[in-house]
């Protein structure tokens, strides 16, 4: 591997937020400078609520610290073949934590969610979401990979990101952009999901992973080798230094990976 991925730990989510807006700070700065854009994939689970406290907190008012949400275009890291509207849907987690809470004078971002009128059909539905990829990054056949400013990821007690879950076949698609999943071990079956090539692409990669539930994974993932061939140790692997996680002492107690001060 080449450098190791940042390990940042906090006494509890709120001190996390402080500096999980910090850092999306800096890779708004980026995008914007880079493109004048701010490209997010978002994954669901905890991820929505820790985000939303971090980007709705009111901040320090200095003019490093404008969250700029009109530059902003949010896609889905992953999602689950349901209504918008669904208990299930990743995009109505962030709608709800999010989205429908961000103040009017931080702008709105634009927003990606998925094609409903495929839940039908996951592959037509991953196919419209790499479609969708396409209109706002490039065309596949002119870039091998889109590239994201940034990716905010969590981590299933098995090791998952995204929807790609550990010794599954969609680990070694190497084409697509996006993948369809039917056999999810994490219910909802139905999904489509990045695929670990356009994860590991990314400007920024960032996990969250908080609470005591966590610890188990985390040890295996950052302090041993079997762990380096779960999923998001093979975003550790792909990303290196690009690769940040964001975690709570309990997350962290028993590992053993060096953890960073500082962002
Ligand atoms: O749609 C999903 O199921 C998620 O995107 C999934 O990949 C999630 O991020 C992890 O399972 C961690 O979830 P928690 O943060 O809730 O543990």
């Known amino acids: ?124 539905m991953a196919d419209q979401y790499q479609e969708e990829l396409m209109r706002s990054f490039a065309a596949k056949d002119s870039v091998k990979l889109p590239i994201f400013d940034l990716l905010l990821l969590g981590c299933g007690p098995d090791g998952h990101t995204c929807s790609l879950f550990p010794n599954h076949e969609l680990l070694r698609e190497s084409d697509a952009w996006v993948a369809p999943i039917e056999d999810s071990p994490k219910p909802p079956k139905a999904r489509i999901t990045l695929t670990l090539p356009v994860v590991t692409h990314g400007i920024k990669i960032a996990f969250l992973a908080t609470g005591e539930g966590k610890a188990g994974i985390l040890k295996e993932i950052l302090d041993t080798d079997e762990g380096r061939s779960l999923p998001c140790g093979l975003v550790n692997e792909g990303g290196g230094e690009r690769v940040s996680w964001f975690t709570d002492a309990e997350a962290v107690n028993g590992v053993g990976f060096p953890k960073r001060g500082s962002l």
């Open 1 to 124: 591997m080449g450098k190791q991925p940042n390990l940042y730990t906090f006494s509890d989510t709120n001190a996390l937020a402080k500096t999980l807006r910090a850092y999306v700070l800096q890779c708004q700065t980026a995008g914007l400078e880079r493109h004048g854009a701010f490209k997010v994939a978002v994954s669901g689970g905890s991820l929505p609520k820790t985000l939303a406290k971090a980007l709705l907190d009111p901040g320090n008012g200095g003019p490093e610290d404008k969250i700029n949400f009109s530059k902003w275009e949010i896609f889905f890291a992953d999602e689950r073949a349901v209504p918008l509207d669904h208990s299930d849907s990743n995009y109505k987690l962030l709608k709800d934590e999010l989205l429908d809470k961000i103040p009017e004078d931080l702008g709105k971002p634009v927003v990606h969610p998925i094609d409903v009128r495929h839940l039908d059909d996951v592959q037509e």
